[in-house]
């Protein structure tokens, strides 16, 4: 059975500092690119950082370009998200996704971890 679990999250005054991680089991996914969304109350889940099976190449959304960091250790089969200057409306459930084709379609989503940043 393939799992993510995301773990990390929790509260954090604005300007705090986080990280998450995304730990796979049931399936190797270092030849696959992940990702990491998130969704706040009555939002769309949006698209927060997405990184290659390498590790060579990053994309973030433009809301967290330069606070945030996608990273992977293979060997781990973990993904990271470190978040720095978070703000209040960073605040959402963070999930992570596995795009095991490479075709940018997410077939694997972990249960989410919540993200509060508090003004």
């Known amino acids: 059975q393939v799992q993510l679990v995301e773990s990390g999250g929790g509260l954090v005054q604005a300007g705090g500092s986080l990280r998450l991680s995304c730990a796979a089991s049931?399936?190797?996914?270092?030849?696959?690119?992940m990702g990491w969304f998130r969704q706040a109350p009555g939002k769309e889940r949006e698209f927060v950082a997405r990184?290659?099976?390498?590790?060579?190449?990053?994309y973030y959304a433009d809301s967290v370009k330069g606070r945030f960091t996608i990273s992977r250790d293979n060997a781990k089969n973990t993904v990271y998200l470190q978040m720095t200057s978070l703000k209040p409306e960073d605040t959402a459930v963070y999930y992570c996704?596995?795009?095991?084709?490479?075709?940018?379609?997410?077939?694997?989503w972990g249960q989410g971890t919540q993200v509060t940043v508090s003004s």
């Open positions: 049931g399936r190797t996914f270092s030849r696959s690119p």
């Open positions: 990184i290659s099976w390498s590790g060579a190449n990053t």
């Open positions: 996704a596995a795009d095991p084709a490479s075709r940018l379609q997410y077939d694997y």
